[in-house]
DNA sequence: CTATGGCTTCGAGCGCGCTCGAACGCAAAC
DNA sequence: GTTTGCGTTCGAGCGCGCTCGAAGCCATAG
């Protein structure tokens, strides 16, 4: 119930644009059909970040990986999993200093559960926060381009332009607005 | 019109919580009543960067500030104006680099507002994905959250956590989801 | 048999955006 | 007259998250 919720909320806002919902419901869906096991160069490629980037979790104890015989790193499928979850908490601004923490905690063992729900919740209510923050800029913005213009306005026209009446009225340069 | 429209829409999405809504809408709104003239203090106060900050700006060519006889920095309407646009572009996350740009641009004078409007469309542009970004993290988030815990699982009960009969049944541990 | 290519480890380096400290100046308060 | 406090300039340093390069190993291709 919340799930599909959830989900319908999330896949309504990719909508509009299409480059970044094709790789975002990847991230979303492929947790399901995850090979066996995988080398750095596909796991890179699943995650789009580098194999350095990789070994770079793996020194910062993020995960650990298996090496086969010729050393070579194999990721069996709760590692991708995992890399899966912390590419996407990284993604959304988690600091590898809580990354870190939190696994710290899984691999202390299941009493460790209502902390790490803690930590979650923590970081849903951070991204909440960014969400509104980058709201309230995009509204700004959105509003500073279709102010703009004014003697000269090319791509303005395709805006709603008639709320300029509310300001100073002074075509060259505006009053009320930033000088820029 | 597009303007109250945009707003309102803005002003939507705070309701939730509180402490961010404060300065938040300060922002938005406390382009009208600027002082005449300004301290480096009362303006870091204002927009809620540190002097420090201030000093590093006005080096990166971002704001030109005249003196008063003691060689203080003395930012007028204007300067101040410009700061609170700064400070916003900079919390969404438009890199300095594009910010010494576009200041470049309005230095440069009333031809560039083309190549400014452009660049401020493309700053949109970037907040929107980054937005549509969060939400599908958040969403991720939200959902783990719901159906974490299994046998512990205090703060649990207070999300809806019935889709987890979507999940193959196994109390301690999930099979289906992430490792952690 | 030698390339070529992809992997390994290790430590160093980098780009970004501040952030700080040192050394100093001026002015009002005690 | 000294202390307190806020400002100045300058250059260096820092925290974060990668990112890269060197030197070497191994396997397959030509």
Redesign the interface.
Known sequence: ????E??T??LE??G??GP??VE?IH??TD??DVPESMTIAEVADLLDISPHTLRYYERAGLVEVARDGNGHRVYDA?AV??L??LT??R???MPMRDLQH??SL?DAG??T??E???L??E???T???????????????????????G??????QS??T??RT?LPYEP?RRA?????
Do not use: N, W
């Not at 003697?151 to 303005?156: A, K, L, Q």
């Open positions: 119930m919340a799930t599909d959830l989900m909320r999330a806002m990719l509009d644009d970044l919902s975002a991230r979303l947790l399901a709760q999993r995992r899966v979850f996407r908490m993604l959304s601004g939190y696994i899984v299941q009493h559960t209502p790490r729900l803690d979650l919740i970081h849903r209510d991204i909440r926060r960014r969400i509104r923050e980058l709201t309230l800029s995009l509204t700004a913005v959105e509003y500073k381009i279709a102010t703009y213009g003697s000269t306005g090319p791509d303005v805006l709603d008639a709320d509310a060259p009320a607005l930033p000088a820029d």
